[in-house]
């Protein structure tokens, strides 16, 4: 074995290390949370040393850090990648669905899934300093969206488009952390594995409920339903802040 190979596998080997340690912290911080997880408990998980830590990552802190940015970067690549596979006349419901999928399919998986997800959800709320690194991919997830959006909404401006996606990603970050997430396996699985798109689908269109006709009415005017409170809907659709 050349020396070129050996600093190969050395390195491959350094590689899973890092990732397994990772996946370690990421495993027992979705299970309960980040107060009083110890170094020990992450390596016995992880089938490696104390010492790899301080090598890897330099401290507790900083490998719990990277192994949650980590699960966002995953989580938003997801999203991404499902955005960007839509073509130019893709409709509003698929808009919908690549948008929402991988928080929705994590809904119906339940479990790890779920646990990882909410975790993802508490730092999307407001990612810690330091993840500058990420703006660049919240940047482009809200373009790709929009590309896809603008034909299907027509009429409505940039700006009003973009609060229409922080609000539906803030919803989902929202339904992720509500406390009968949990249920969604047991009970709403059709929800969570994909006849709520409509609604998300109406979240982007500014409609009070997925039952209104999307295609009615002025172009990001929100539809009042009988005995709804369509006060946060109405809000949503007309881009106010107050």
Known sequence: MTQAEKTDLR???????????????LELISQRGQDGLTLREITERAGANVAAVSYHFGSLKALCDSAIEHALERYLDAQMEAL????PTA??????????????????AGGQDLAVMRTVARVGIEPPQGWERLTAKFDKSRQDA????KPNIPGVDEQ?????????????????????????????????NGSSF???????AGMATPGADWGA?????TRQIPGD?????????????G
């Open 198 to 204: 409509p609604w998300w689908r109406g979240r982007f």
């Open 146 to 149: 929009l590309r896809v959006l």
């Open 84 to 87: 960007d596979s839509l073509g």
């Open 11 to 25: 390195r491959e080997a350094g590689q899973r290390t890092r990732d397994g340690l990772q996946a370690a912290a």
């Open 91 to 108: 409709t509003l419901q698929e808009v919908a669905a690549a948008f929402a999928g991988p928080m929705m399919r994590a809904l119906a």
């Open 160 to 192: 009003e488009l973009i609060f229409r996606t922080r609000c539906a990603a803030g919803m989902l970050n929202w339904l992720a952390l509500s406390p009968s997430a949990p249920n969604w396996p047991r009970c709403r699985p059709s929800r969570s």
């Open 229 to 241: 409170n369509g006060a946060g809907d109405e809000r949503f659709a007309e881009g106010g802040t």
């Open 217 to 221: 009415g002025l172009p990001g005017r």
